[in-house]
C-alpha cells in the first residue's frame, strides 16, 4: 500500500519535470536567430489573437508600451477585441539591410497597409511597434510613415 503513493509521487515529479522543461523550450525558441520574415509573422499571429506576452518577445522593449495600449483597447471592448482577431493580415514585404529593415503588413479587412520597422537586437531579429502617423501615398490611399530615427539626435 505504501508503494502506491510513492509512485504516485514520482510520476508527479516526472510530469512536472517534463512540464517544465516543455516551457523552457518554447519560451527559448522566442529567443534563437530567426529570420526577419518569421519574427514579423509569428509578432503579428501573436498580438492578433491576444497573446500580448508572447508579442513582447518579437518586439523592441520600446515596443511595449504600445503593446499594452493595444490589450488594453482590445480587452475594454468586445467590438475591439473581436475586429482585432477577424482581420485577415498578410506579411507582405521585409526587407532588410544590414540590421535594420522594415516588414509591410496588408490587412485585407480594413484594406490598409502598415509599415514597421525591424531593428536587430543582440543578434535576434524584433519589430519596433511604436505610433506612427499615417500620411497619403501617389495612389491616394493611406500608408503609414516609420517613425523618426531618434537614437542619433
Request: aromatic share 12%; hydrophobic share 35%; net charge neutral.
Amino acid at each position: 500500500m505504501k508503494s502506491l503513493p510513492v509512485t504516485i509521487g514520482y510520476c508527479g515529479l516526472i510530469w512536472l519535470f517534463g512540464l517544465t522543461h516543455w516551457s523552457c523550450r518554447f519560451r527559448d525558441y522566442a529567443h534563437r536567430p530567426q529570420k526577419p520574415e518569421q519574427v514579423a509573422t509569428a509578432f503579428m499571429y501573436a498580438l492578433q489573437h491576444g497573446h500580448y506576452d508572447s508579442a513582447k518577445l518579437y518586439a523592441t522593449t520600446d515596443s511595449h508600451e504600445m503593446i499594452d495600449l493595444v490589450a488594453s483597447i482590445a480587452e475594454s471592448t468586445p467590438q475591439g477585441k473581436k475586429k482585432i482577431q477577424q482581420a485577415h493580415i498578410i506579411v507582405q514585404r521585409v526587407s532588410v539591410q544590414d540590421s535594420t529593415g522594415y516588414v509591410t503588413y496588408f490587412n485585407q479587412t480594413a484594406r490598409t497597409t502598415e509599415t514597421f520597422p525591424l531593428v536587430l537586437e543582440n543578434g535576434i531579429w524584433k519589430v519596433r511597434f511604436v505610433h506612427q502617423l499615417p500620411f497619403p501615398d501617389s495612389s491616394g490611399t493611406e500608408q503609414i510613415l516609420p517613425p523618426a530615427d531618434t537614437s542619433n539626435p
